[in-house]
């Protein structure tokens, strides 16, 4: 799989930027590196001062604009990649205290840095891009679009769609035909996956996995009219089956269920079309929920439906996964590492 052509232009500009801002010197040694559990790193990048070498950094390229972002590239990739280096298109001053909070280290194409190891410390915030640079982006489209993830969803959590019908796949996910097509061409062009119609085979999963969990809470969630709601006790859960109700547990309950792990503090239910209203009125009468903007419930509509299969009692784990990546919550990343281990990572090998 290569590195897109933007992937280059930004690694380049970042790397001459950290030279301009710091004089410091850096080679890169390597691209698309794999890594333990099949993870690919976008490069391997050596930082020379003083011409000393200090480490090959892995590289991970890409644009961030949220705070969710940065943890979950750090918690994610680190086990991974422990000298991770982000490289971004740029990195606001607010997103340098982030990363330096996390421990994350990063360049940016218009001179920022964070750098920490044994005899390098570098902390530059606060630089401008120039007005006149203009970072130019891939043409085509990109799955990270509400509708887009929907498929890609649907592929991830069963691979046997990748060579089905369009019809099938919207059964699945329910997105226009047309959408599918869009999402296929876009999986081939980027390396995700290989062949022709009916004999396609998906190429770095845990790759697009990642990708998913990244955008899923920021493009398509906010999207799933999230109601939110209180119940008199904290542990009313216990007894609820949600299947009663047309619905899945996610998030911290679904977590606790598939791992006995984690005490949860929220509840998340995803609600499925048939007959949604009805059944989320059901649980609210049943179990004396009362609307609260900030409250620890959330029913949220489901977005897949698996045809077919006898209803589970919680979501799909990489939706569990990303929802508990999402919180920001240190004491669910444990939590989400178990998951992502015992469900997702060898799902399919």
């Not at 179990?287 to 509509?301: N, V």
């Amino acid at each position: 799989m290569k590195i897109l052509e933007t992937e280059d232009q930004t690694l380049a500009k970042a790397l001459e930027a950290l030279h301009n801002t710091t004089g410091i010197n850096a080679e890169v040694t390597a691209r698309e590196i794999l890594l333990n559990d099949g993870f690919r790193g976008d490069a391997t990048v050596i930082l020379k001062l003083d011409n000393q070498n200090h480490h090959n950094f892995i590289a991970e390229i890409k644009r961030v604009d949220r705070f969710a972002h940065l943890a979950e590239l750090k918690y994610r990739l680190g086990v991974h990649a422990p000298e991770l280096l982000l490289v971004a298109p740029r990195i606001t001053d607010e997103m340098a205290d982030k990363c330096k909070e996390l421990d994350l280290q990063f360049i940016d194409t218009t001179g920022n840095a964070y750098l920490k190891r044994p005899g390098l410390f570098v902390l530059i915030k606060g630089q401008r891009p120039n007005k006149t640079f203009k970072l130019d982006r891939p043409e085509g489209k990109r799955a990270v679009t509400p509708t887009n993830l929907r498929v890609v969803f649907a592929l991830l959590c069963k691979p046997t769609l990748l060579n089905a019908t369009y019809r099938d796949i919207n059964d699945v996910a329910g997105v226009a035909l047309g959408t599918i097509g869009w999402v296929l061409y876009d999986l081939d062009e980027r390396g995700y996956t290989i062949g022709e119609k009916a004999k396609r085979t998906m190429l770095e999963r845990n790759k697009l996995i990642q990708e998913w969990v990244t955008n899923y809470p920021i493009k398509l969630r906010p999207r799933l009219n999230v109601r939110k709601f209180r119940a008199p006790t904290p542990d009313w859960w216990h007894t609820v089956d949600a299947k009663q109700y047309g619905a899945q547990w996610g998030a911290e309950v679904a977590a606790e269920k598939l791992t006995g792990y984690l005490r949860p503090q929220t509840c998340t239910l995803y609600f499925h079309n048939a007959d949604i209203q009805k059944n989320m009125t059901r649980m609210v009468v049943d179990h004396k929920l009362r609307a609260d903007p900030q409250g620890d419930i959330e029913f949220i509509d489901a977005f897949w439906d698996f045809k077919g299969e006898p209803p589970a009692d919680t979501v799909p784990p990489i939706l569990v996964y990303a929802d508990l990546l999402a919180t920001l919550d240190p004491r669910n990343f444990d939590t989400a590492k178990i998951i992502y281990e015992k469900y997702i990572e060898n799902a399919y090998d």
